[in-house]
Nanobody, 118 residues
Framework: QVQQVESGGGLVQAGGSLRLSCAASTRTFRRYVMAWFRQAPGKEREFVAAISWSGDSTDYADLVKGRFTISRDNAKNTLYLQMNSLKPEDTAVYYC???????????WGQGTQVTVSS
């Protein structure tokens, strides 16, 4: 059962910004650390960022550190990913999920496509 709905993707030029949103089920959102993943064409899905329930602890993949910011609104069961200084290599479908460690706990949603042109 899919419990996440991602949105906010689009086409942007290199150097631009996008803000992704993820609406998650209450059960997933309140129980787990939440994270963003991405999957580029021909590649495996990879971890991007994670945030604790309180929001005071975050974790980022080295490739996005300093450019992306993860946040959450617990009242709205919504996860965000602010992406700045985007690069063509950030092009991928972005997904959110609850995690244990960096392992997803729920089925994947449809994701949201981010395309960065050079």
């Amino acid at each position: 059962q899919v419990q996440q709905v991602e949105s906010g993707g689009g086409l942007v030029q290199a150097g631009g910004s996008l803000r992704l949103s993820c609406a998650a089920s209450t059960r997933t959102f309140r129980r787990y650390v939440m994270a963003w993943f991405r999957q580029a064409p021909g590649k495996e899905r990879e971890f991007v960022a994670a945030i604790s329930w309180s929001g005071d602890s975050t974790d980022y993949a080295d490739l996005v550190k300093g450019r992306f910011t993860i946040s959450r609104d617990n009242a709205k069961n919504t996860l965000y990913l602010q992406m700045n200084s985007l690069k063509p290599e950030d092009t991928a479908v972005y997904y959110c999920n609850g995690v244990q460690g960096r392992s997803p706990v729920a089925d994947w949603g449809q994701g949201t496509q981010v395309t960065v042109s050079s």
